[in-house]
């Protein structure tokens, strides 16, 4: 039996299609200002899917206004951070210029990269200096639910 998109069978609610952000990400003053830089694509966890981990996904499009958008913070569980440029032509041209900071070593990326941060490792401010064309980002915490604090607020400068 084959099932249109995730309509159906056993396993459909495993197929997420729809943006579902967790409740700590739907305040108005958030939204407009992740808005203002990215579009949010999917996000999974605990609470969307019971036993996944988290994982975000998002399209950079422009650089924020004002400073970084995530402040520094660590994790319990390990985090796989990731950025790709979208030039079919040359996928390693990340397409514009992210500074990741991981312990207050900052790291500026020019090329697509993934980054590893083992758990209790500070990391951040993430800033986007620069977007020439979209870039593709995605974080995933081995974590049911996001346990960081870099969208809590006051978290941004």
Request: negative net charge; aromatic residues 12%; charged residues 20%.
């Amino acid at each position: 039996m084959t099932y249109d998109n995730n309509n159906g069978g056993a396993y459909g609610k495993y197929f997420i299609q729809e943006l579902q952000e967790p409740e700590s990400l739907k305040t108005p003053e958030f939204r407009e200002m992740y808005r203002s830089f990215a579009n949010r694509i999917l996000w999974i966890d605990g609470n969307v899917v019971p036993g996944a981990f988290q994982m975000n996904t998002a399209w950079y499009i422009a650089a924020p206004e004002s400073g970084p958008f995530l402040m520094e913070h660590a994790h319990d569980h390990d985090e796989l951070i990731g950025f790709y440029g979208s030039n079919p032509d040359d996928p390693y041209d990340l397409g514009g210029v992210i500074e990741l900071s991981i312990n207050g070593e900052a790291h500026r990326l020019t090329r697509s990269t993934m980054v590893f941060v083992p758990g209790g490792t500070k990391h951040n401010p993430l800033r986007i200096l620069e977007v020439r064309r979209p870039i593709f980002h995605f974080s995933v915490v081995t974590n049911p639910e996001y346990d960081g604090g870099a969208y809590k607020s006051g978290n941004r400068v």
